[in-house]
């Protein structure tokens, strides 16, 4: 069996020091999974990301020598057209090279719901860092073309990345600061996002939450968006022994 369904991952290797690696093939009950586990440990790799439309066989559950855990139920919403509506007054365009320290915080918690936190075999310390980069960088528009604000007596209070994904407008982070939600504050991001986007050509956009982050799937279907599709993520932890394998 060939391992060409093996993609290591180098950015994921090197931010939490050890090989990580991505499944590319679809598992179903037929599928030899203890060579798949066999072609991991072979390439060193210590987790793999696996995410299909269909939940995994539940007896694979029992192959030894890696545990096997369903992380998150990731849902994808569209709104196929989006229109222009006006800013709300306290809703501006982040034009600083660096976000503040609560911009930070309000990142970290708006991934309460992420695989990276679900998982404890992560770690908090790299679940917080992993947020904090996705927003410096998206600041830094390396990975979002612009990040919105909604400021409260000069403290920002919520915060949106706009990017683009497969040609569709797309919403990264959008959170608010767990003590300011149930404000309107998120509505009012959304809506900016889509006003934002519209300027700039887009006439479709899409945003990813989980099934569990039900706050934020009452949001988006609040704003006119249409669940598009379920995936189910699993991460694959490999308990490396060499000699394991020798009577298959």
């Not at 706009?162 to 407008?169: H, T």
């Amino acid at each position: 069996m060939k391992s060409d369904y093996i993609e290591i991952l180098d950015w994921d290797t090197n931010f939490f020091g050890f090989k990580v690696a991505k499944l590319n093939l679809e598992i179903s009950k037929s599928t030899n999974l203890k060579e798949i586990i066999f072609q991991l440990d072979k390439k060193h790799v210590r987790l793999a990301y696996y995410s299909s439309l269909k939940r995994f066989p539940e007896q694979f559950n029992l192959i030894s020598h890696v545990d096997i855990k369903l992380v998150d139920k990731k849902v994808t919403y569209m709104k196929k057209e989006i229109m222009k509506s006006d800013y709300h007054d306290s809703i501006t365009i982040y034009d600083k090279d660096y976000p503040e320290s609560n911009m930070l915080n309000i990142a970290i918690q708006s991934g309460e719901y992420s695989r990276f936190n679900i998982d404890k075999e992560i770690g908090k310390d790299k679940y917080e860092e992993l947020y904090k980069l996705w927003l410096i960088n998206s600041v830094k528009k390396e990975i979002a073309k612009e990040v919105l604000v909604f400021s409260d007596n000069g403290e920002i209070r919520g915060l949106v990345t706009l990017g683009e994904k497969k040609g569709n407008a797309d919403i990264g982070i959008i959170a608010v600061e767990s003590t300011n939600r149930g404000k309107g504050i998120g509505k009012s991001l959304m809506y900016a996002a889509e006003t934002w986007f519209v300027d700039n050509g887009y006439s479709s956009i899409q945003v990813v939450t989980q099934e569990d982050n039900l706050s934020a799937c009452n949001l988006y279907r609040s704003c006119g968006y249409e669940l598009e599709k379920v995936e189910y993520f699993y991460h694959f932890w490999i308990n490396s022994s060499k000699d394991r394998y020798s009577n298959m």
